[in-house]
């Protein structure tokens, strides 16, 4: 092998590890998952607010039912005792008027009871109508956790296999090449050469000077020269 062909080799390796560490990087899965966390960190702050709404007119409701229950049955009991037999009038008379007024606070009772009963009906309505839109995405939610995870240690195995594969071909570059491949490689990330593509370098995509393109072109066999935009070791 040359050293072109040993450098062009590790090149092409590197540029892979690249390609799927950006894979990993960039899953949608992720990013899908960064956006269902965030519109259900919205829908849980929604769900607080219309339970906040809700909290005190259901209390006010169960109380209104309650008073309602003890206001009830006050009345049948006064009813039942203005129906016994052997009453004396005057207490019959005292058992009436509070059993009239007993009456008119159930029925008001009993009209607030219905009033919260309607304002409470659209509270709930708006609970439920949160936590209905919140359903699919906790489930998606946990496929895509499990899916992301799977995903990651499966593109973790493939970057294991290409570095150890990239160690090899390291190993078949001249060490002063690889020196200066590794140096360009650490300054400007990706790989330490790239290919001249029709006067382009295609590591920065930088136009060369045609006086430069004639410079990498002269160069006799086994000597490289950097890019002069980002320093790669241009490979004609
Ligand atoms: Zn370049």
Redesign the pocket.
Known sequence: MTDLEALRALMEADRWIERVAGQRRHLPESEELTRIEGELRTLAGDLRAAQDAQAPVRVAHANARDEGARLGARASDLAAKLSASGTPAGTLAALQKELEHVRELLSATEDRELELMMELEPLDEAVETVKAAAAPLVSRRAELVTLVSELQSSLDEELTALRRAREETARTVPAALLTRYDAALSRSGISGA?QLVSGR?D??R?ALAPLDIDRVKALAEGEFAP?P??G?LLLP
């Open positions: 790239a370098c590591g920065c930088i890019c935009e980002c790669r």
